[in-house]
T-cell receptor, first 115, second 113 residues
Framework: EPEVTQTPSHQVTQMGQEVILRCVPI?????FYWYRQILGQKVEFLVS????????KSEIFDDQFSVERPDGSNFTLKIRSTKLEDSAMYFC?????????????FGPGTRLTVL | QKEVEQDPGPLSVPEGAIVSLNCTYS??????FMWYRQYSRKGPELLMY????GNKEDGRFTAQVDKSSKYISLFIRDSQPSDSATYLC?????????????FGPGTSLSVIP
Protein backbone atom coordinates (compact mmCIF):
# COMPACT_ATOMS: atom_id res chain seq x y z
CA GLU A 1 0.00 0.00 0.00
CA PRO A 2 1.44 3.41 -0.91
CA GLU A 3 2.45 5.60 1.97
CA VAL A 4 3.87 9.00 2.78
CA THR A 5 7.52 8.87 3.78
CA GLN A 6 9.55 11.43 5.69
CA THR A 7 13.24 11.99 6.29
CA PRO A 8 15.04 12.24 8.58
CA SER A 9 13.18 10.50 11.36
CA HIS A 10 15.00 12.62 13.92
CA GLN A 11 16.80 15.93 13.42
CA VAL A 12 18.81 17.66 16.11
CA THR A 13 19.90 21.22 15.49
CA GLN A 14 21.25 24.25 17.29
CA MET A 15 19.04 27.26 17.85
CA GLY A 16 19.35 29.68 14.97
CA GLN A 17 20.26 27.05 12.41
CA GLU A 18 18.27 26.27 9.29
CA VAL A 19 16.64 22.88 8.87
CA ILE A 20 14.92 21.23 5.95
CA LEU A 21 12.45 18.45 6.56
CA ARG A 22 11.69 16.23 3.62
CA CYS A 23 8.59 14.35 2.58
CA VAL A 24 7.65 12.12 -0.31
CA PRO A 25 3.86 12.21 -0.68
CA ILE A 26 1.83 9.40 -2.22
CA UNK A 27 2.50 9.54 -5.93
CA UNK A 28 -0.96 10.34 -7.34
CA UNK A 29 -1.80 12.87 -4.64
CA UNK A 30 -2.16 16.51 -5.52
CA UNK A 31 -2.47 18.25 -2.15
CA PHE A 32 0.25 18.41 0.44
CA TYR A 33 0.32 19.53 4.04
CA TRP A 34 2.56 20.03 7.01
CA TYR A 35 1.37 19.66 10.58
CA ARG A 36 3.25 19.73 13.81
CA GLN A 37 2.71 18.19 17.22
CA ILE A 38 4.55 19.56 20.22
CA LEU A 39 5.13 16.79 22.76
CA GLY A 40 1.96 16.17 24.73
CA GLN A 41 -0.12 18.58 22.66
CA LYS A 42 -2.50 18.24 19.76
CA VAL A 43 -1.67 18.01 16.10
CA GLU A 44 -1.71 21.51 14.59
CA PHE A 45 -2.08 22.54 10.96
CA LEU A 46 0.79 24.55 9.49
CA VAL A 47 0.27 24.84 5.75
CA SER A 48 -1.41 23.33 2.71
CA UNK A 49 0.06 23.34 -0.78
CA UNK A 50 -1.44 22.73 -4.21
CA UNK A 51 -0.31 23.42 -7.75
CA UNK A 52 3.00 24.80 -6.49
CA UNK A 53 1.34 27.37 -4.30
CA UNK A 54 0.41 27.70 -0.66
CA UNK A 55 -3.36 27.24 -0.35
CA UNK A 56 -3.66 28.10 3.29
CA LYS A 57 -1.38 28.67 6.23
CA SER A 58 -1.90 28.99 9.95
CA GLU A 59 -0.68 31.66 12.34
CA ILE A 60 2.16 29.33 13.29
CA PHE A 61 3.50 29.39 9.73
CA ASP A 62 5.33 32.71 9.92
CA ASP A 63 8.17 34.10 7.83
CA GLN A 64 10.60 31.60 9.34
CA PHE A 65 8.82 28.80 7.52
CA SER A 66 8.69 27.99 3.83
CA VAL A 67 7.60 25.05 1.72
CA GLU A 68 8.71 23.87 -1.64
CA ARG A 69 8.11 21.09 -4.11
CA PRO A 70 11.54 21.05 -5.73
CA ASP A 71 10.81 18.14 -8.04
CA GLY A 72 8.00 15.76 -8.92
CA SER A 73 8.25 13.71 -5.78
CA ASN A 74 9.59 15.68 -2.80
CA PHE A 75 7.84 18.21 -0.61
CA THR A 76 9.98 20.12 1.87
CA LEU A 77 9.49 22.29 4.92
CA LYS A 78 12.27 24.74 5.71
CA ILE A 79 12.70 26.53 8.99
CA ARG A 80 15.18 29.34 8.47
CA SER A 81 16.30 30.14 11.99
CA THR A 82 15.12 27.56 14.45
CA LYS A 83 13.92 28.45 17.91
CA LEU A 84 13.64 26.26 20.98
CA GLU A 85 9.85 26.28 20.64
CA ASP A 86 10.14 24.74 17.16
CA SER A 87 10.98 21.43 18.82
CA ALA A 88 8.14 19.11 17.83
CA MET A 89 7.10 16.23 15.61
CA TYR A 90 6.48 17.46 12.09
CA PHE A 91 4.08 15.45 10.00
CA CYS A 92 3.68 15.63 6.28
CA UNK A 93 0.36 14.58 4.76
CA UNK A 94 -1.05 14.27 1.27
CA UNK A 95 -4.44 13.78 -0.32
CA UNK A 96 -5.98 13.30 -3.73
CA UNK A 97 -8.93 15.30 -4.94
CA UNK A 98 -11.77 13.36 -6.39
CA UNK A 99 -10.71 10.06 -4.94
CA UNK A 100 -13.05 7.73 -3.11
CA UNK A 101 -11.58 8.94 0.13
CA UNK A 102 -10.96 12.66 0.04
CA UNK A 103 -8.82 12.55 3.10
CA UNK A 104 -5.30 13.13 4.24
CA UNK A 105 -2.72 10.41 4.78
CA PHE A 106 0.07 11.14 7.19
CA GLY A 107 3.72 10.23 7.18
CA PRO A 108 5.51 8.85 10.25
CA GLY A 109 6.88 12.27 11.18
CA THR A 110 10.23 13.91 11.77
CA ARG A 111 11.15 14.65 15.34
CA LEU A 112 12.91 18.02 15.44
CA THR A 113 14.93 18.83 18.54
CA VAL A 114 16.30 22.37 18.82
CA LEU A 115 19.04 22.80 21.42
CA GLN B 1 -14.89 27.49 23.69
CA LYS B 2 -12.26 25.33 22.01
CA GLU B 3 -12.97 24.39 18.42
CA VAL B 4 -12.73 20.64 19.04
CA GLU B 5 -12.86 19.06 22.48
CA GLN B 6 -12.07 15.53 23.49
CA ASP B 7 -11.65 13.85 26.84
CA PRO B 8 -7.91 13.15 27.06
CA GLY B 9 -8.33 10.08 29.26
CA PRO B 10 -6.46 7.93 29.89
CA LEU B 11 -9.16 5.35 29.33
CA SER B 12 -8.38 1.83 30.48
CA VAL B 13 -10.63 -1.12 29.56
CA PRO B 14 -10.37 -4.92 29.72
CA GLU B 15 -9.87 -6.87 26.51
CA GLY B 16 -13.17 -7.57 24.77
CA ALA B 17 -14.91 -4.47 26.12
CA ILE B 18 -16.83 -1.99 24.00
CA VAL B 19 -15.06 1.35 23.90
CA SER B 20 -16.81 4.66 23.32
CA LEU B 21 -14.74 7.68 22.32
CA ASN B 22 -16.32 11.08 21.86
CA CYS B 23 -15.68 14.58 20.60
CA THR B 24 -17.65 17.78 20.64
CA TYR B 25 -17.08 20.74 18.39
CA SER B 26 -18.23 24.30 18.09
CA UNK B 27 -17.92 25.14 14.38
CA UNK B 28 -21.17 24.29 12.61
CA UNK B 29 -19.35 24.53 9.26
CA UNK B 30 -17.59 21.21 9.89
CA UNK B 31 -18.98 18.57 7.56
CA UNK B 32 -16.22 16.04 7.19
CA PHE B 33 -15.34 13.96 10.22
CA MET B 34 -12.49 11.58 10.77
CA TRP B 35 -10.99 9.38 13.42
CA TYR B 36 -7.26 8.77 13.48
CA ARG B 37 -5.29 6.35 15.60
CA GLN B 38 -1.84 7.39 16.73
CA TYR B 39 0.65 5.05 18.29
CA SER B 40 3.38 6.54 20.42
CA ARG B 41 5.87 8.58 18.36
CA LYS B 42 4.11 7.70 15.09
CA GLY B 43 2.00 9.66 12.62
CA PRO B 44 -1.80 9.67 12.74
CA GLU B 45 -3.34 6.74 10.87
CA LEU B 46 -6.78 7.18 9.36
CA LEU B 47 -9.39 4.81 10.80
CA MET B 48 -12.74 6.14 9.74
CA TYR B 49 -14.21 9.06 7.88
CA UNK B 50 -17.79 10.22 7.49
CA UNK B 51 -19.46 13.01 5.66
CA UNK B 52 -22.25 14.94 7.41
CA UNK B 53 -24.48 13.11 9.88
CA GLY B 54 -25.08 9.41 10.27
CA ASN B 55 -23.33 6.18 11.10
CA LYS B 56 -20.57 4.27 9.38
CA GLU B 57 -19.33 0.82 10.26
CA ASP B 58 -16.03 -0.81 9.35
CA GLY B 59 -15.26 -4.10 11.04
CA ARG B 60 -15.08 -3.55 14.78
CA PHE B 61 -15.29 0.23 14.40
CA THR B 62 -18.43 2.35 14.15
CA ALA B 63 -18.37 6.11 13.69
CA GLN B 64 -21.39 8.25 14.51
CA VAL B 65 -21.96 11.90 13.71
CA ASP B 66 -24.73 14.03 15.19
CA LYS B 67 -24.39 17.43 13.61
CA SER B 68 -27.40 18.83 15.45
CA SER B 69 -25.60 18.22 18.74
CA LYS B 70 -22.12 18.87 17.30
CA TYR B 71 -21.08 15.51 18.69
CA ILE B 72 -19.20 12.61 17.14
CA SER B 73 -18.38 9.18 18.48
CA LEU B 74 -16.21 6.19 17.70
CA PHE B 75 -17.17 2.79 19.05
CA ILE B 76 -14.74 -0.10 19.17
CA ARG B 77 -16.25 -3.53 19.69
CA ASP B 78 -14.32 -6.50 21.08
CA SER B 79 -11.39 -4.29 21.93
CA GLN B 80 -7.92 -5.78 21.64
CA PRO B 81 -4.59 -4.90 23.28
CA SER B 82 -3.42 -3.78 19.83
CA ASP B 83 -6.10 -1.06 19.97
CA SER B 84 -4.10 0.62 22.72
CA ALA B 85 -3.20 4.01 21.25
CA THR B 86 -4.27 7.62 21.23
CA TYR B 87 -7.43 8.26 19.21
CA LEU B 88 -7.76 11.62 17.53
CA CYS B 89 -11.00 13.00 16.24
CA UNK B 90 -10.54 15.38 13.35
CA UNK B 91 -12.77 17.44 11.14
CA UNK B 92 -12.81 19.89 8.30
CA UNK B 93 -15.26 22.40 6.99
CA UNK B 94 -15.54 21.20 3.43
CA UNK B 95 -15.56 17.89 1.63
CA UNK B 96 -12.68 18.88 -0.60
CA UNK B 97 -9.39 17.59 0.63
CA UNK B 98 -7.45 20.83 0.48
CA UNK B 99 -9.12 22.15 3.58
CA UNK B 100 -7.09 22.00 6.72
CA UNK B 101 -7.99 19.40 9.28
CA UNK B 102 -8.64 20.43 12.85
CA PHE B 103 -7.68 17.82 15.40
CA GLY B 104 -8.95 17.17 18.86
CA PRO B 105 -6.33 16.70 21.57
CA GLY B 106 -6.76 12.90 21.54
CA THR B 107 -7.95 10.25 23.98
CA SER B 108 -5.40 7.77 25.27
CA LEU B 109 -6.80 4.22 25.34
CA SER B 110 -5.27 1.19 27.04
CA VAL B 111 -6.81 -2.25 26.49
CA ILE B 112 -5.68 -4.59 29.22
CA PRO B 113 -5.27 -8.30 28.31
Amino acid sequence: EPEVTQTPSHQVTQMGQEVILRCVPISNHLYFYWYRQILGQKVEFLVSFYNNEISEKSEIFDDQFSVERPDGSNFTLKIRSTKLEDSAMYFCASSVMGGRTDTQYFGPGTRLTVL
Amino acid sequence: QKEVEQDPGPLSVPEGAIVSLNCTYSNSAFQYFMWYRQYSRKGPELLMYTYSSGNKEDGRFTAQVDKSSKYISLFIRDSQPSDSATYLCAMSATKTSYDKVIFGPGTSLSVIP
